[in-house]
């Protein structure tokens, strides 16, 4: 069993930047990957980003390439999510994931964190 914490969530400004953070405890001597979901309300969860146990691995959402970048640090045992140039449609609670691969963190399936808050007000 793996369990995962987010941190960083927050209320930033249209422009602003954020930092997720994902410190995952329990299962983390197997090679797994990593990555975030989000759900903005009345919305289903959708992915966002993942990132393979290496990190010679990442995807992303279309609605976030280019703005958010996705890092891990093994020895930490944490994943990152940089968000830059947010928008008013980045509002949701954003889960931390892992999972086998990055594409069973795009198709949503996997373990998730209990999530944190992001607000960005226009």
């Known amino acids: 069993q793996v369990q995962l914490v987010e941190s960083g969530g927050g209320l930033v400004q249209t422009g602003g930047s954020l930092r997720l953070s994902c410190a995952a405890s329990?299962?983390?001597?197997?090679?797994?990957?990593m990555g975030w979901l989000r759900q903005a309300p009345g919305k289903e969860r959708e992915f966002v980003a993942a990132?393979?146990?290496?990190?010679?691995?990442?995807t992303y959402a279309d609605s976030v390439k280019d703005r958010f970048t996705i890092s891990r640090e093994n020895a930490k045992n944490t994943v990152y999510l940089q968000m830059n140039s947010l928008k008013p449609e980045d509002t949701a609670v954003y889960y931390c994931a892992t999972g086998l691969t990055t594409t069973t963190i795009s198709r949503r399936s996997g373990d998730w964190g209990q999530g944190t808050q992001v607000t960005v007000s226009s």
């Open positions: 329990g299962r983390t001597s197997s090679r797994y990957a």
């Open positions: 990132i393979s146990w290496s990190g010679g691995t990442t």
